[in-house]
Structures are given as C-alpha cells and as structure tokens.
C-alpha cells in the first residue's frame, strides 16, 4: 500500500502540466523564451514521441541528461506511454514532467498538413509551450519537414531572414573541434541572400554557443576561384565579400573534413549529400577496418592493441556525441535531434541545447538581420 501511494504521487507530480497541478507561474509564462539570467533554471521541451527510436530511447536520454543538469525537462507524448517508459527509470518527479499530447506526427505525413492537422501532436504541442513562454527550447527527432513548418507557422520567421535553415555539426579529423554546416537540407534551392543570411547566423552561433572567435566562413564550390560555380554562388561570393563575417572564400568538398573552415555555407541539397556522403563512407571504412582485423589471429592481436584508438576515431565520427542541429532564422530556439538518436544522442542533444537558449542567439540573428539588409540594398 505504501508502495502505491508513492507510485500515485509521483504520477500526480509528473502529470502536474496536463492535470492542473502545478500550473505554470505567471512569471514563467511571460518569461522571454531566448533571454536568460544567469542561473535562471531553464525549462527544456522534449518531443518524446518523434524519431525512430521513440518514446524508448527518448524517454531514456531524458533521464540520463537530467541526472547531469539543474534543469527541468518536459516531454511531450500519450502521458500514459511516456509514464510507462519512465517507469523503467529512476528519475526525479520535480525535473522531469510529461505534457499530454496524444498525437504522433509521423515520417509518412505531409508536413504542412501534419502541422496544420495534428494539433494535440507531440511536435505542435511542444512548439505551442515554446511560444506561449512554457518553455525556453524544443527538440525533436521527429519529421524534419514538419519541424521546419512548425517552426514557421507556429514561432514565424525572424524578419530579414528570408529561408531557415537547418546548422548541423560536421567533424573535423585529429580531434581539433568541429564545424558547422548550413543549409545541412532545409532549402535544397536557394538564392544569393540565402547564402549570406546562412553564413551570418551561423557565424553567431559558433562564436556563442561553440565559443569560436571569429569563425572562418568558406563558400563550398566547386573550385577555390571567384570564377568558379553557379551563378547564384558567384553571386552570393561577391554578397559574403562585403559582408563583415571572416571570408575565407571558396572552398571545395575534399578540404571539409581538415577543418578549412568553421562554417561551411551552402544549399540544402549540397549540405545534404555531403553529411550523407561523409556519414555513409566514415562507418563503410569502420567495417572495412573491422573486417580486415578479424582476418586471422595476427590481423586479431593487432586489432587488440589498437582498439583504443580505433573506439577514438569511430566516436569522432559518431553523430551522437555532437548533439542536434538548431533551426536558424525563426523566433525560437529549437533544434532538430537525428531521427535515429539513441538515448546517448538525446542526452547529448539536450545538454549542448542549452547554450542555444542562454546565449540568445534568436534574439542576435534578430539584430544582425538588419546588415543583410544594408548589403542587399548596396547591391
């Protein structure tokens, strides 16, 4: 009896924000979602049914991160699913609570129609508490399109940025940090002043959530000269010139991984085929390398000696260990977690979140969109 007493409580403290129970604070609901005070605890939301692992791997990854943070964690999903998950865990009532959405954005919907349709989902119920100030950043691992939607149609769009897009971290070799790569997909077309508004943002994230100064900003073409490329690249090469991000200039696809750049700039398609292109041949070299140390006991004794090298090399190309991606350019910090995360990469992606929100980038992208604006009317 004692037992399920306490069971009962910590299910009425969990379910607090779907129940009517400790409601959320006038203060807190007020309170600006990209501006924080020092040691202001922060509220993060958790889309705990989007991604290809979820709510397991979800509800996990939560757990683990609270554990090593101050702050509170709201998942979103069926209260009873998520309960269920939570169930297997030990985790503290008062960080962790559930956000009832009985709705499941899925990979197969039409993102548009998804977002507009499936109001109690776990992604647009989630993306409304980050509007109404309930929360200070979102994540998701759910439909990359409806994310983007939601973030346009439920945040809007930061004005003078004409397309969002998707910043994910690329690995740089010899463990020397990592870059940022923008568009990473969001915008598989794009214009000149997209091309600018991608290397402004990012260079402000790098410099306040990565602590980069001065991140070097390179233009990926299909040569290092002015001459080379689309038109649209020449056009935004002579756009990033007058700008005042540190402009290295062009770059091509072989110098990424040497880290020729902090902040690689490029169209969503090419973004694309280039993570999927390094992704793709980092873990076929890894089984390669596995295959020919197990060749035989000599090729056996070799592997063995190796091995702690080898696990170094395979976790500096390991997306987990990086994070999510944030969607630059709409009015809100959100992030975009892969849809296979483990709970390893949801913890890691909730952790690296927070200097997303604390440093106010939304509200610097804000302010520097005025300069893309000076520069386009230069032109």
């Not at 991160?65 to 069926?78: F, K, M, P, R, V």
């Not at 233009?219 to 689309?230: A, F, H, M, P, Q």
Request: one cysteine or more.
């Amino acid at each position: 009896m004692r037992r399920a007493r306490r069971t009962n409580r910590i299910k009425r403290r969990v379910y607090r924000n779907t129940q009517g129970e400790g409601e959320v604070s006038s203060n807190n609901a007020m309170r600006k979602k990209d501006k924080l005070k020092g040691g202001e605890t922060m509220r993060i939301i958790l889309d705990g049914m989007g991604g290809d692992n979820a709510p397991a791997a979800v509800v996990e990854g939560a757990v683990l991160a609270s554990d090593l943070i101050e702050h509170e964690i709201i998942i979103t999903g069926d209260r009873d699913i998520i309960y269920k998950e939570l169930s297997k865990h030990k985790f503290n009532p008062g960080k962790i609570t559930i956000e009832h959405a009985p709705e499941v954005i899925t990979n197969d919907d039409t993102p548009v129609k998804a977002v507009r349709t499936k109001r109690n989902s776990s992604m647009v119920v989630g993306m409304n508490l980050l509007k109404e100030g309930k929360g200070d950043v979102f994540l998701s691992a759910g439909n990359t399109g409806a994310l983007m939607a939601g973030g346009l149609f439920i945040l809007g769009r930061i004005q003078g940025i004409d397309r969002p897009a998707i910043a994910t971290t690329y690995p740089i070799l010899n463990g020397e940090g990592v870059a940022l790569l923008l568009d990473a997909g969001a915008n598989s077309e794009c214009k000149p002043n997209n091309l600018l508004e991608f290397a402004l943002m990012g260079s402000l994230y790098m410099e306040n959530v990565l602590n980069v100064e001065s991140p070097r900003v390179g233009l990926v073409n299909i040569g290092t000269e002015e001459s080379k490329g689309t038109t649209v690249v020449k056009s935004a090469h002579e756009l990033l010139r007058k700008s005042d991000v540190n402009f290295i200039g062009n770059i091509e696809a072989r110098e990424l991984p040497k880290g020729a750049c902090e902040v690689i700039v490029c169209d969503g398609f090419v973004g694309n085929v280039i993570l999927k292109l390094t992704e793709g041949l980092a873990w076929n070299i890894f089984k390669l390398v596995k295959a020919k140390f197990t060749a035989g006991i000599t090729a056996k004794m070799g592997a063995f000696l190796l091995s702690g090298k080898l696990k170094e090399l395979k976790k500096e190309f390991d997306y987990s260990e990086y994070g999510g991606a944030p969607i630059l350019g709409i009015k809100g910090p959100v992030v975009k977690m892969h849809g296979s995360s483990s709970s390893n990469g949801v913890k890691n992606a909730i952790i690296k979140a927070i200097p997303f929100a604390e440093h106010a980038v939304v509200s610097m992208i804000q302010n520097k969109a005025v300069d893309i604006e000076e520069i386009l009317i230069s032109e």
